[in-house]
């Protein structure tokens, strides 16, 4: 894959996508939403990926959406009609909103690796990963509303999920900013590490304990889960039998069982 705005790595089932525009402070550009759905695509769609991992290149995780785009926003929506005019920005949200959800479309499980800044359009990325954990120095604003905006990417409407109904709105209303400890008390991020060095090797520790499981029950997990966030207990559950009625005898299953036998960690296929 050819990407101009992410650096792709890929090794022993853990891919890392990385934000790469450092010099920019990985400010988001059209380019960079399209290249995250490629990227999601083909993590989904590669056996080998396990487990994708999205951090930043630079001092920065990302800065959010780049002003710029939006300053050229105007030339691209210009119509004689006013109504086809506001379609046509109502479908390019529509397409922003699509790239991040293909986060969750993902069936992989998908960790936010974040330091220094994750502003704006970062949050919209972030919450819409399976799991975020920061360094000391990373901290999180929900900044659209200082732009005079509402967040209309995915924020307002995952972040509840992630920190609770109130802290959400604190934050979408004022827009302050949230420390890497902040972040880990009201659960925005699952921990805060003391240095990059360290979340790095956090996050791949727990990246690799989750590739040596069996990815067919992982894939499983993150579906149900998300499943789950969305629909009632009754309706959980009942897709949750529906779902092993049909995978549950898998080979993952006997490979298991031999290795507890065997007293060996299990190998499972991708």
């Not at 450092?22 to 396990?50: F, G, Q, S």
Request: with cysteine; net charge negative; glycine share 8%.
């Amino acid at each position: 894959m050819n990407f101009t705005t992410l650096q792709i790595e890929n090794e022993n089932g853990i891919a890392r996508v990385l934000l790469n525009r450092p010099d920019k402070a990985n400010a988001m550009i059209e380019t960079m939403w399209h290249e995250l759905r490629e990227a999601m695509h083909w993590a989904d769609e590669t056996a080998e990926v396990r487990v994708v991992i999205i951090g930043g290149n630079g001092k920065h995780f990302t800065a959010g959406i780049d002003l710029s785009m939006l300053m050229n926003l105007n030339a691209k929506l210009q119509d004689d009609c006013v109504g086809r005019a506001r379609e046509k920005l109502r479908r390019f949200i529509l397409d922003l909103q699509d790239t991040l959800t293909s986060i969750e479309r993902c069936r992989k499980p998908v960790i936010a690796e974040i330091h220094g800044a994750c502003i704006g359009g970062g949050i919209d990325l972030i919450t819409a990963c399976d799991m975020r954990y920061c360094s000391v120095d990373a901290y999180f604003s929900v900044k659209e509303i200082d732009v005079g905006m509402t967040a209309d990417v995915g924020t307002l409407q995952r972040l509840p999920h992630v920190v609770g109904d109130g802290m959400a709105r604190e934050l979408a209303y004022t827009g302050r900013r949230v420390d890497g400890a902040e972040a880990q008390a009201i659960r925005l991020v699952n921990r805060c590490f003391e240095s990059n060095d360290a979340l790095r090797l956090g996050v791949n520790e727990i990246a690799q304990t989750i590739a040596a499981k069996s990815p067919l029950s992982i894939r499983g997990c993150k579906e149900m889960i998300t499943y789950a966030r969305d629909h009632s207990v009754a309706d959980g559950l009942n897709y949750i039998a529906t779902w092993n009625a049909a995978m549950l005898q898998s080979n993952d299953i006997t490979e298991a069982m031999r290795a507890t036998t065997e007293k060996r960690m299990p190998v499972f296929s991708d």
